[in-house]
């Protein structure tokens, strides 16, 4: 039954050749069929084989496995925060900073507006040290 089915699936593949041949012939494209992919192969083998780009490669394999271990919601929400961070640093406030005591650092913290971020920063800054102490991985919930 296996061979059978290999031969359908073979047969499929040979009437899409044709098909594509059929097109390419209407088309006047024919020349596109006779061309030596072997050359082509060849040169991009070797280039494939060399030193630097094995490296490169590498390193790139290095970086997308990082990547994938970000969590999407962290990165969006980093995301956003940093463009925050950088539209707050352009302002001209931070050229004339008021004096701050701690009494008013508190009352500040004390707004909603930076209780939630005051809470991000908090659940990140425990499971990250779980993560370091423990090498454990960090909680989803917590604080």
């Known amino acids: ?63 997308l496995n990082m990547l994938s271990l970000i969590n999407p919601s962290l990165l969006i929400t980093l995301t956003y925060s940093l463009n925050c961070l950088n539209a707050s640093v352009n302002n001209t406030d931070l050229l004339n900073p008021p004096e701050v005591t701690i009494d008013d650092l508190v009352k500040e913290l004390s707004k909603p507006e930076y209780s939630r971020a005051l809470g991000i920063m908090l659940i990140m800054l425990k499971n990250t040290a779980k993560c370091i102490e423990g090498g454990t991985h960090a909680e989803r919930s917590s604080t």
């Open 1 to 63: 039954m296996g061979s059978n089915c290999q031969c359908e699936e073979l047969k499929e593949l040979l009437e899409t050749m044709r098909r594509i041949e059929d097109k390419l012939d209407r088309a006047g494209l024919s020349v596109l069929a006779d061309v030596d992919l072997s050359s082509t192969l060849s040169s991009l083998m070797k280039l494939l084989t060399e030193p630097k780009v094995i490296d490169l490669i590498d390193k790139l394999t290095k970086i």
